[in-house]
């Protein structure tokens, strides 16, 4: 009787301990999503970029502007999925000053851009900020950006690869997020924001 006891015992204490080893799902670790896979409604749209929702993503291929997220943020981890052509100028636009006047002067943008003409800042990069080398290549298939931002300091990762470190600067404390289309193509999936 005390080994047929033992064996569910040792079963459901193997089965608690891998519960316990696992990270918890999405939904239970405080990750919103900032993107449905339906609509953009959550983001406000500034200039004349063409953006809509195909397939799960949201994308663009004409004129240039910025969805806008209608929530500021401060100390944030970010998850965002992209695919983005060889000649894609886009970028994700962290604690925008101004939500109405997106730029790099204003906020910090994290880089989608291929054929930067300076690949300092290219892909990988904050542009201004910190400097990526060499340049990884982003164009012609799905992405994955990590972003951390936690007071003066700002660390990305692109597909599993630390291009910003750690690098600090107190500049721009909070504010909106912007994902930008200036050219080619670009497509967003899994947008989503966990708060730190």
Request: aromatic letters at 10%; hydrophobic letters at 40%.
């Amino acid at each position: 009787m005390i080994r047929r006891l033992a064996l569910p015992a040792v079963l459901l204490a193997a089965a608690v301990s891998l519960f316990v080893a696992l990270p918890p799902a999405i939904g239970q670790t405080g990750w919103t999503p900032l993107f449905d896979g339906k609509s953009i409604d959550s983001f406000n749209k500034i200039g004349d970029a063409n953006w809509r929702v195909a397939d799960g993503a949201i994308e663009a291929d004409k004129g240039t502007g910025f969805l806008v997220t209608k929530q500021s943020y401060k100390d944030f981890q970010m998850r965002v999925e992209f695919w983005a052509d060889d000649k894609a100028n886009s970028g994700i636009f962290v604690r925008c000053m101004d939500p109405q006047k997106i730029n790099a002067e204003n906020s910090y943008e994290v880089n989608i851009f291929d054929q930067r003409p300076d690949p300092t800042y290219g892909t990988g990069a904050i542009v201004n900020f910190a400097k990526v080398n060499p340049m990884p290549k982003a164009g012609g298939k799905w992405n994955t950006y990590e972003l951390t931002f936690q007071g003066d300091t700002m660390t990305v990762v692109l597909n599993g690869q630390k291009t910003v470190d750690g690098v600090k600067d107190a500049k721009f404390a909070s504010g909106p997020i912007g994902l930008q289309y200036a050219a080619g193509v670009i497509k967003f999936r899994k947008v989503e924001i966990r708060p730190l």
